[in-house]
């Protein structure tokens, strides 16, 4: 069947924006093609049969008449061919027609009635299983059934003449299937019906749609009109459409049957039923947090049969209800396969292979693989299943375009085995993705714990590492293409890049080890995540690529590490290829909107909003193992709490007040820490962000810049941010944490070392400044300023870093002090303890002495590696050690990558510890009295970009120790000589200049990148807000702002096309005569068409309060506005043969809350009728005509 229009996206208005019912613009999915609505809708349900396909909804005597045919599958789950009706219309007409009909009916009809109803009663499997060795040849009191309990009310739900049912009673009686009490139960609940109906007057028949009806019924008069942005007119009455959640529970996803609309445009809807939740559907503090929609019905259903209750070997510890679905298989040399407007219910299966629509080792299924059409899936709404949607095993190059997957166990776009190359999702909608039993990484924490089968030995997997990854996109290969799709809510995430090392499964042995994980990205483009537990966006980790066993008794293909590196061909000799994730939109995530870990990745474009972190970037926890790359978002909007308040319920579990006083969802927990670009080793970047509504509050800190919390790990002085823009609702901009809950004492290594670079100042309001945490003295000097509400402080000056390997022992506690703080050591801990070696990596200031001590005699052997040195950058360093130490110290240069060594040279004892520190030559110099071994690091080589060592390797000096029983392994704190510190400039002669250039570019981060916005604010006044000191009423357009200081009622005129303002008008509704005909006036007369009108009022007055004034109507207004007595007004309204969805009034009483308006406006909008060269012509002026535009 050929695809239909392409689905996009469109707004739903509904009541009031102030409603907890608002449905505006929503993404809708899967329009329904264009060819298949000549197809009769009832063929739609002869493929599915089942409780909610038709011929199950009609009178089972209307069946018996019917000439329907009922499929023929035989076994466990199917329908036995003793179900099929083989007696023709007439003749069962004539029977049913006689007087004596109770007595003419044959055993034979009425055993295939009684078959037909224990199918719905008992669900098609047991009831095959009742009837599949009874028949009239044989005795009717054998085999015997043993006795089971039914349900009296299923089985009288079956709109069946009472001698009918009376009958079949009587052979399920003489089965043994029904007692005689259970009989007499079913015939009183039909009386009772029969009674009941009576009473009613009939309703007019409604029509199958072939899903469940569980939607919330409202008069159809009062049914809830969507606007959409596409053209749904292929969409009918009785379809059924999901909305998704746009809140942190992917459980406020609600679906919705549709109601005929002849009022409806071409871009709407009509639901049948209230939404329960909010539904956002507009920009919002510049991130696009529509709701998709996504149309579940088609032309064709394909779907399984199930039963009532799970049963058998079907994981039914863990479901209530049967996941024995069907499944679809396309393996391998197939002629042709384009599937195209098909619905799929009820598919799946928890065994590994049956899926609803699943390619099998197919291999090349595009041109590569000489197929002319390529294969896709298009326009698919695959829902309510029981695992996954689409698989994709051993198969390249498939197309899946404009398809839902929706309500399904498992990963749902899911590849298999790491291989699986080319293949392109675009335009999908996935959502509700829960988890399942087949893989570790499907499962939840009961289903990790109890599922052991596969473990070596009585090891008991760690749910939190080991499972608990379900995704809507599980993509185990980087060069596949994602765009323009949406994961709308998962158990835990909405799409995951995971690495296989190997290729596993049935494709082991495609490709050599490592491949994946240097494969570059295929496209990512424009990409939505939201409503998602752990992350929408992730980027790392990969899975177990070995069978479980002594040595790692974890099962295969559990969660496992991975770093994703991508270099040209998945070559890591060849030049590094950066990942681009461009258009990212990640809202509503409980945990992270997006985190990436690896080589080079870089975000752009990107909104993050309302997440409980909203970017984390992190390489590795000593040196990147990539070398020389790094991480970075740019061009991007970051946004702590939004005006998405959200909605209670829905699996949401927390709620209280946000930073603005109004309650609100929250994420994890109200106490939890929330950060909008979370900074985790390094080098990462950020340039050109815009921050917004980052403010703590009582519960909880808020910053729009954060570390990663309890981090042992590196962080590298490279990490640095510029063009950064905090606007004014940016409560706190960076905060290095505090002991005290989700920090803990926040004093492991890489707590103590946070530290980043602002270049330019955008952050501090001083450029070329280091900004370190407070209690840091590694890093101070007295030029410093602490700020104590980031915890921090800012420093001037060059940094680096000092790595420090040591064993035997592996187990102490590093104490490092610089010369001029000696009395203010940093206790590190080092991060491995138990491994073969230990490591600290502290953050020194370049060209200075420092102390290292430990908690115990000094290990045997110590590196000092020089990271981040540029070529002739240096530190002089004192390691104190016992007295009776003898020492062999060498330098070499490491390639770390190879493992090979080169340049190695022997240092010599130097006669005086001056000879050392003056660094002439490989000489160290080791104070027996004092116990202070002296050594000089400096590098040598250059290093280029970001790379930690030069292109040669790591340089280094290698301290080899032969220490005696009996020594004293203390020293004193200081032995450096005393004298004046070498001067720093203080923070204060940095002032950065102002940056007309900071911040994203972009107003505003939306799935429709190709139009533009106009961001409207509009705040007007009451008379008791005047009576308070509240002086200023404004409208401002974008960064341009209009103060109104005279009482009246102000109107402010844009141009729909370019945004630049036309016209502005003051009417004073104290002193002004006929105020009400002047502003009638000027609304019909000087008003042009195409205009977006901005309305702003400051104490009204009394003249204007009790008049009507339609006029309002052609601005948009539902009815003619009557101004409050000394109440606000605010509009935004539009003039133009359209009508938008954005139109929004308020007109508030004096005892109401003040009138405000804040919105994003699309600017040329097809409705507005623009000319191709509008906004062109005009946008040079959009920012700046607010101040010239002529005052009317």
């Given at each position: ?36 609505r ?28 019917s ?8 076994g ?10 083989n ?10 027609g006689?007087?004596s ?16 109803i ?17 028949n009239c ?25 009472p ?62 009109i ?15 459409i999901?909305?998704a959640?746009?809140?942190y529970?992917?459980?406020?996803a609600?679906?919705?049957n ?14 049948d ?38 049963y058998?070997?079907n994981?039914?510890?863990?479901f ?6 069907g ?25 590994l292979?049956?899926y ?15 197929y ?12 309510h299943?029981?695992?996954r ?40 909608l996935?959502l ?11 499962r ?23 499972c608990?990854?379900?995704s ?41 080890e ?61 030049p ?23 080589g ?5 474009n990107?909104g ?14 000593t ?34 007040k ?6 609100r ?26 921050f917004?509504?980052?403010t703590p509050?009582?519960?909880r800190?808020?910053?729009?810049i ?47 070392m ?23 003295y ?30 035997r ?6 104490s ?10 940093l ?13 600290y ?19 045997e ?57 003056n ?15 002296f ?38 704190p ?24 900071c ?27 005047i009576?308070?000191?509240l002086?200023?009423?404004f409208?401002?357009?974008n ?12 109107f ?20 002004g ?19 977006l009108?901005l ?27 009557v101004?409050?007595r ?40 097809k409705e ?8 062109s ?13 002529p005052?009317?």
């Open positions: 069947m050929p695809p239909g229009a392409p689905p996009g996206l469109g707004t739903a208005a509904g009541p009031p924006r102030s409603s907890t019912l608002v449905l505006v613009l929503v993404a809708v999915l899967g329009a329904r093609p264009e060819a298949a000549s197809v009769p809708r009832q063929r739609r349900y002869e493929h599915s049969p089942g409780p909610s396909s038709l011929w199950w909804d009609v009178e089972h005597e209307e069946l018996l008449h000439q329907s045919t009922l499929p023929g599958t035989v466990p789950h199917r329908l036995s061919p003793f179900l099929r009706p007696t023709s219309r007439s003749s069962l007409s004539q029977n049913l006689q007087k009909q109770e007595k003419q009916l044959s055993c034979d009809v009425l055993l295939k009635l009684s078959r037909y224990s199918v719905d009663t008992f669900g098609p499997g047991l009831a095959w299983n009742l009837f599949r060795l009874y040849d044989r005795d009717a009191k054998l085999p015997k059934i043993p006795q089971m309990y039914v349900s009296p009310l299923k089985m009288a739900r079956h709109k069946l003449r001698f009918l049912l009376h009958r079949m009673l009587r052979l399920l009686g003489n089965m043994g299937v029904l007692t005689e009490g259970q009989q007499h139960k079913v015939f009183t609940l039909l009386k009772e019906h029969m009674l009941k109906a009576r009473k009613i007057p009939p309703k007019p028949k409604a029509e199958h749609s072939g899903v469940p009806h569980n939607g919330f019924k409202v008069e159809v008069s009062k049914g809830i969507l606007h959409l942005v596409d053209d749904v007119r292929s969409w009918l009455p009785g379809d059924r999901v909305i959640s746009t809140d529970s992917m459980h406020q609600e679906e919705f549709l109601l005929p609309c002849p009022e409806c445009k071409s871009n709407q809807v009509k639901i039923g209230s939404p329960l939740y909010l539904h956002i559907g507009e920009v919002i503090d510049g991130i696009d947090m529509r709701a998709e929609v996504g149309l579940l019905t088609r032309n064709i259903l394909i779907q399984g049969e199930m039963e009532d209750s799970c058998g070997e994981q039914c510890q863990f209530s209800f049967d996941t024995f679905g499944h679809i298989k396309i393996l391998a040399n197939f002629s042709s396969v384009h599937m195209s407007g098909v619905e799929l219910k009820n598919m799946g299966q928890q065994i292979g049956s609803p629509v699943h390619f099998h080792m197919a291999a090349d299924v595009d041109e590569r693989g000489g002319q059409r390529p294969t896709y899936l298009d326009n698919l709404a695959i829902h299943c029981f695992s949607c689409v698989a994709i095993h051993g198969t390249h190059g498939l197309l899946v375009k404009d398809t839902i997957g929706y309500d399904t166990l498992g990963h749902c776009f899911f590849l298999e085995d790491g291989t699986e190359q080319r293949n392109t999702f675009q335009h999908n996935g509700l993705t829960r988890s399942g039993t087949i893989l570790p990484s499907d939840n924490e009961a289903m990790c714990l109890a599922i052991r089968s596969h473990v070596y030995g009585n090891y008991i997997p760690v749910p939190s590492t080991d608990m990854a379900v809507t996109f599980w993509i185990a290969n980087p060069n596949n293409n994602l765009i323009e799709n949406a994961a709308a809510g998962a158990q835990d995430v909405g799409i995951w890049y995971i690495f296989h090392r190997v290729p596993t499964g049935q494709s082991e042995g495609q490709y050599p490592g491949k994946a994980e240097h494969t570059p990205l295929g496209v990512f483009y424009n990409n939505r995540v939201h409503s998602n537990f752990k992350a929408g966006l992730f980027i790392g980790k990969g899975v177990k690529t070995t069978r479980a066993s002594a040595e790692d008794p974890r099962e295969y293909l559990t969660v496992d590490n991975a770093r994703f590196r991508p270099h040209q061909d998945a070559d890591p000799e060849k590094r290829v950066p990942a681009v994730i461009d258009g990212l939109i990640a809202f509503k995530n409980n945990d992270h909107g997006a985190w990436a870990r690896g080079d990745i870089i975000f752009h990107s993050f909003s309302d997440n409980g972190i909203g970017l984390t970037l992190a390489s590795d926890g040196f990147p193992t990539d070398d020389g790359s790094s991480l970075e978002v740019s061009r991007s909007i970051f946004v702590g709490e939004s005006s998405n308040l959200g909605s209670q319920g829905g699996q949401n579990s927390y709620w209280g946000g930073a603005n006083g109004e309650y969802t929250l994420p994890r927990n109200k106490t939890f820490p929330i950060r909008g670009f979370q900074i985790y080793d390094g080098p990462v970047r950020m340039a050109k962000c815009t917004k509504k980052f509050t009582a519960d800190y808020s910053s729009a954060g570390f990663f919390m309890k981090n042992s790990w590196q962080i590298s002085p490279q990490n640095n941010v510029s063009q950064i823009l905090m606007e004014k609702s940016v409560g706190l901009k960076v905060f290095f944490g505090r002991a005290g809950q989700w920090f803990g004492n926040n004093d492991n290594d890489g707590d103590k946070s530290v980043f670079h602002d270049l330019d100042g955008s952050v501090t309001g001083y450029s070329n400044i280091f900004v370190g945490r407070a209690d840091n590694l890093l101070r000097h007295p030029g410093c300023v602490t700020v104590p509400r980031w915890n921090g402080v800012m420093c001037t000056g060059r940094y680096a870093q000092l790595y420090i390997q040591a064993r022992p592996e187990n102490l506690t590093l490092i002090a610089r010369a001029a703080y000696h009395s203010h050591p206790q590190l801990q080092g991060v491995n303890r138990g491994a073969p070696y230990q490591q990596q502290p953050v020194v200031m370049l060209e200075q002495a420092y102390i290292i001590q430990w908690d115990g005699r000094a290990p052997d110590i590196i000092l590696y020089p990271i981040n040195f540029n070529r002739g950058d240096w530190l002089h360093i004192a390691l104190c050690y016992p007295r009776n130490t003898i020492f062999h110290v060498v330098k070499d240069i490491y390639q770390r990558r190879t493992g090979m060594v080169h340049s190695i040279k022997h240092y010599l004892m130097a006669p005086s510890r001056d000879s050392v520190l660094g002439t030559g490989e000489l160290f110099y080791f104070d027996r009295a004092l116990g202070y071994l050594v000089h690091l400096q590098a040598h080589e250059a290093r280029q970009g970001h790379s930690y060592c030069s292109q040669q390797g790591c340089e280094r000096i290698k301290i080899m120790a032969q220490m005696y029983p009996g020594g004293s392994w203390s020293c004193v200081n032995p450096f000589l005393q004298k004046p510190a070498a001067p720093q400039r203080p923070v204060s002669q940095h002032q950065a200049v102002p940056c007309r250039a911040g994203a570019p972009q107003l505003a981060i939306t799935s429709t990148p190709s139009v533009k916005y106009v961001r409207i604010q509009i705040q007007s006044l009451s008379k008791a807000d009576q308070n000191h002086t200023s009423a409208i401002k357009i960064d341009t702002t209009l103060l109104f200081n005279s009482p009246g009622v102000f402010v005129v844009l141009d729909a096309c370019s945004g630049a303002v036309v016209s502005r008008r003051h009417f004073d509704t104290v002193a005569e006929n105020v009400t005909n002047s502003i009638t006036d000027y609304v019909q007369t000087l008003i042009k068409e195409r205009s009108v309305v702003c009022s400051r104490d009204i007055g009394d003249k204007v309060w009790s008049s009507e004034m339609s006029v309002f109507t052609r601005l948009g207004s539902a009815k003619p506005i101004f409050h000394e109440g606000s007004f605010a509009m935004l309204g539009y003039k133009g043969q359209a009508k938008p969805s954005w139109i929004k009034v308020l007109n508030h009483a004096r005892y109401q809350k003040t009138a405000s308006l804040q919105h994003y406006v699309p600017l040329k909008m507005y009728q623009c000319s191709d060269n509008a906004f012509q005009n946008h040079s002026e959009h920012n700046s005509a607010g101040a010239a535009a005052c009317d």
